[in-house]
Structures are given as structure tokens and as C-alpha cells.
């Protein structure tokens, strides 16, 4: 192996997100801008001397290549080892238990998560500490000030690895091991479940349909659900990871899952519909003619955690973004522990997991995960969902029911309104930031404001602070309307309007959510002056 200097310039926008870098495909890859960021990497981390790294991927289009690209940067760069999921491939919450399994030094992770995927759709590459958790800001501050200031990279001539065996080689000095990406994912779920009750829910005449989406989680959903628990086959569908996610959307909601809805809200629904994403850690629960918010599944799963092994001495603590509802706060409260509101993006969790404040963390985009990793896990909520169906031997719907009875209600919705110019996108958040101080008492539509700030951070354990996380807005009732740019996206920008409203345990708790928050959308797009803004107020997704 001759490792060669590659002379570079800086390449602007290689700014990390909440989940690393997402670009278009065909920006990943054009010359030496995948380069540059995998260089400010190891730049960022002190050098890749010595180290191990876990590397895998969602399998979508340039995930292979971009692989053999990281594996030879590695190896120039005097990384010690590689542990890579065999084909490229690993989940997300697969590759942060390996990062932690094998007290690697972190790992690449390739995945633009629920973006599409393809040659004109989107890519992603992230790099996870050595917690298995995403890059803290600080480092991600690291990583962006290397893209800024490159000059050079280290790659070597080799041939490509043979990803499709797994087993051992080397690459000049630099060891690769090729691992199963679902034997010790699993066997890590071994452990947290019951998986015999769980069996005998299954062999009871108990139906689900799982829809991997063409995405990551097939392999490991069909080795688990209907190799190791009996689940019928067919029970997992669309469960080969394809380069472009069979020209769909892999983001597990009733938009893009719109089959799986179909069918959960049918005559014939199996007993539990659940979905996963383009990389495996969002997940969306549906029961017979029961739609399960991710809100409501973060409260329930929290209120319910002690059916599982893993969680029956109780749980620590409990962690939200500040967009989630707050119906885990009430499970919290009623638990007699903490209850902790961070910003969106999962590497927030990770101090408070670390320093065993919480147990369950959880976000309204579909994704929850708990100690176990630091990563939200799509099949881990999906797992914990059986196992409670197992021993509650209730249906989804009345578990749902049964939880607003004893802590009521969040009725709650996110409205996205996609591909807005982003200079008007901004203009609008600047405005209301500018508005904040004199909304209390202000009346919109048929709600009082009652009190309005930009949520910003300050982090219980190491003390860092995160400003500008979003606008709140509370009004007089139980309401609340949160208004921010998501970090996800890879063009223009996305405005994300996030509804709530507050219905008493002894309310009515059967109106559709739409219907219920018609006050609050109403109040909040005026409020905003969002026609004015950005020229439209319907969404372009609603979940």
C-alpha cells in the first residue's frame, strides 16, 4: 500500500447537520468532496493513527463506493483497524452497538436516514463518537472548521475490499474485519425482550405486518420477527435493501407508508402494522384502525418499559426534543422521575444517557431509543411494542385508549412546508424572533398567546448551551405551536410548524387531531404572517 498526499481546496456548504452532512447524491460525488469530508474527520478527531473505526451504511446508491473510499482514506491515515457491516451494509442503531461492542475509536456511518435515495436523490455520511453516539456539536464544530481550511488528504493505490465474505483482511497495516450486520444486533435484543412471550404471542394467531421500505431494516426484521419469533413469512415486506429504496420514500408515516396504513385501517388489518426508514433508527407503530402518534409512542412505551426485562428495575429518567409532545412529560411525573426537554437531534441525548440520567429518549420525527445504544433504534421501539402487547394481552387501539384515560390526551400534528426559498423561510423565523417579546396577551384567532421564547439549551451534564432550537408559542388552554427550519433537508429550506393541544384525562379524547387543532393552526399561521412569508399556508406533508 503507497499512501499517497492528495492536494485540495475547501469546498463550502460542508457544514454537519443534526445528522452529519446530506447532500445530493451527485454532489457526494463529484471529485474530492467526499474526500475533504472524511479528511476533516480524522483531522477533527487528533488523526486516525492507532485507531478503529466501524463503517457501514444503508446500503442506497454510493454507499459501496464511498465505503472503499473511507476504508483506503482510513488505512493512509493510519487507522489500526475497520469493522464494516458485510456489503456495506448496517442500520444505524446496529452500528453505534457495534461501535460501542468492539470500544472503537467511532465510526462512518452512510445514510441520508429517510431522504430518498439514488443517483439524483440524496446521500449522507455522519461520523459517530466512541460512545456509538452522533459527533457532539463541538466536534462537528471541529469537522467544519477543517472543510474550511483544507489543503490536502491522505488516500492509498489498493485494491477494493471484498465486502461480500465476511471474515478478515488487511489493507496495508490496517486490519478490516467483515461482520454479519444482524448477529450481534440481535443478540443485544436478546437480552432486553422477552422474546418467549413474545414467541407465544406469535404462535397464539397474533398478525403484523412489518414494511421495511426497501430499506436497511429488512435483513434484520426478518431475521428476528420471523427466523427467531415466529412471525408468519410475508410477515416483513419490501425487506431487500435496494440502491434507491424501490424509487420510494423511506420514511415510515402514513404519507409514505400509505400501503401499510391502507391495509391497518381495513377490514382485514392484522393485529399490528409497523414501519421503518431509509437506516433503520425512525419507526411508526399502527394498530387495527389505530394510529399511534410518535408522541404517544414515546409516553406509552415509557409508561409501559417495566414489561421488558431490561427496564423492570424502572426507568432513570426520560428525555424529548423540545418539538415532541408532552405527554411524556406526564408519564414522568406520574413515575416520579425526571423528565428533560433537549433540542432536536439525537446527539443531545447522548450526555444524558451517558451519565445514566435517562432510560428512554425520544423524538417526534419517529425515532426513540433508550440506554441500550445512542442512536434511536426503529426496531428495538417496535420489539418493546410487542413485548407490551404480549404482556398486557390488550390490542394497540386499547393500550392507546386506556393511556389518555389515565394521562389524557396530547392531540398532535406536524405540518411541513417543503422547498421554501430559503431567504423567505428565514425572514419569517426572524420576524417572529423579533415578535417574542410582545406576543404574551396578544389574541390570534380564537387563542390567547401566554407566553412565547426560542427555546435554547443549557446541558445538565457538561454545561454547553444550544441557542436558536426553535419558537415556542403557549397559548391560554393546553395549546402550544413550535415553529422551525429543519436541518434535514437538501433543498431550500423546510419549515416545520409543530401543533399540540392538551385534552384532561377526563376529555374527549376521539376527535381527529386535525379537527381538534384546527384553533392552534389557525392562531399559529396567523400569528406568523405565513402567507405573507412564504405565499402558502397548506402543507406539503402532514403527520
Known sequence: MQVETKATTPIDGQKPGTSGLRKKTRVFMEPGYLENFVQSVFDAIGGGAGKTFVIGGDGRFFNAAAIQTILKMAAANGAAGAVVGRGGILSTPAASHLIRLNKTDGGFILSASHNPGGIDEDFGLKFNAENGGPAPEALTDRMFAATQSMTRYFTCEAPDIDLGTTGETTLGDMKVTVVDPVTDYQSLMETLFDFDAIRALFASGFTMRFDAMHAVTGPYATAILENTLGAPKGTVV???????????????????????????????????????????????????????????SLAILAANATHAPAYKGGLAGIARSMPTSAAADRVAAALGIKAYETPTGWKFFGNLLDAGRVTICGEESAGTGSDHVREKDGLWAVLLWLNILAARKASVAEILTDHWA??????????????????????????????????????????????????????????????????????????????????????????????????????????????????????????????????????????
Not at 244 to 259: L, M, Q, R, T, V
Not at 528 to 539: E, H, K, L, Y
Request: net charge negative; with cysteine.
Open 238 to 296: 419490501n425487506g431487500t435493501p435496494l440502491e434507491d429504496f424501490g424509487k420510494g420514500h423511506p420514511d415510515p408515516n402514513p404519507i409514505w407508508a400509505k400501503e401499510l396504513m391502507d391495509l391497518m385501517m381495513g377490514e382485514n388489518a392484522p393485529d399490528l402494522g409497523a414501519a421503518s426508514d431509509g437506516d433503520g433508527d425512525r419507526n411508526m407503530i399502527v394498530g387495527r384502525g389505530a394510529y399511534v402518534t410518535p408522541s404517544d
Open 406 to 543: 389515565t394521562h389524557g390526551r396530547d392531540y398532535y400534528s406536524r405540518h411541513d412546508f417543503e422547498g421554501i426559498e430559503t431567504a423567505k423561510a428565514e425572514a419569517l423565523i426572524s420576524a417572529l424572533r423579533a415578535a417574542l417579546p410582545s406576543l404574551a396577551g396578544q389574541t390570534f384567532g380564537d387563542l390567547t398567546v401566554a407566553r412565547a421564547d426560542e427555546f435554547s439549551y443549557d446541558d445538565p451534564v457538561d454545561g454547553s448551551v444550544s441557542r436558536n432550537q426553535g419558537v415556542r408559542i403557549y397559548f391560554d388552554g393546553g395549546a402550544r405551536a413550535v415553529f422551525r427550519l429543519s436541518g434535514t433537508g437538501t433543498t431550500g429550506a423546510t419549515l416545520r410548524l409543530y401543533l399540540e393541544q392538551y385534552a384532561a384525562p377526563d376529555a374527549d379524547h376521539s376527535q381527529d387531531p386535525q379537527e381538534a387543532l384546527a384553533p392552534v393552526i389557525t392562531a399559529a399561521q396567523t400569528l406568523c404572517q405565513m402567507d405573507n412569508f412564504i405565499g402558502r399556508s397548506t402543507p406539503d406533508v402532514i403527520t
